[in-house]
């Protein structure tokens, strides 16, 4: 009789583990359900932008949410090099005078990745790279608004410019 009962709680333990077992994968299911709103909240945004030897960055306008964790990789699919056909991208503050910008930031050089010494109107900047290179950033994205992003290599950010729209 004790023998039985022994095991029919042996028996019954069994089934609470198996139970358990897959209650915990079932769990996992609404896990895995709740994270895209969890990242919502966090609200994380991927940027990809490309810049290439004919000076030219392949978007004039990105858009991200105020206050993203923004991850910004810039990829220069040309073939020369940095010397030459360097690339970066330098977010500005609203009201950057950019000619002005530009002539501060080609007297930082290349060492310098043409960020002027006085960088008070930079938002975020990626180092300056050649062509089959790439970079990624992370910064938070400023309050809503409308931003400007150039190249700031000599000469580059009269067609290297686009906007960052951040709502
Ligand atoms: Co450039």
Redesign the pocket.
């Known amino acids: 009789m004790l023998k039985s009962i022994i095991s029919i709680v042996f028996a019954l333990t069994l089934l609470t583990a198996c139970g358990g077992g897959g209650d915990s994968a079932m769990d996992k299911e609404p896990e895995t359900k709740t994270e895209a709103p969890a990242e919502e909240q966090s609200n994380e945004a991927s940027l990809t932008i490309e810049?290439d030897d004919q000076?030219q960055f392949d978007k004039k306008e990105m858009t991200v949410k105020a206050g993203a964790e923004v991850t910004l990789t810039l990829k220069h699919t040309g073939k020369m090099p940095v010397e030459t056909?360097?690339?970066?991208w330098v977010l500005l503050k609203q009201g950057t005078g950019i000619a002005e910008f530009a002539e501060g930031a080609a007297t930082a050089g290349l060492d310098g990745d043409y960020i002027p010494a006085d960088a008070s109107a930079v938002i975020a900047h990626t180092k300056?790279i050649g062509g089959g290179e790439e970079t990624t950033i992370t910064f938070t994205a400023p309050e809503a608004g409308t931003y400007e992003y150039i190249?700031?290599?000599p000469g580059?950010w009269a067609m290297?410019k686009g906007t960052l729209i951040v709502e």
């Open positions: 810049g000076m056909m360097g690339h970066n300056t190249c700031s290599f580059h290297m």
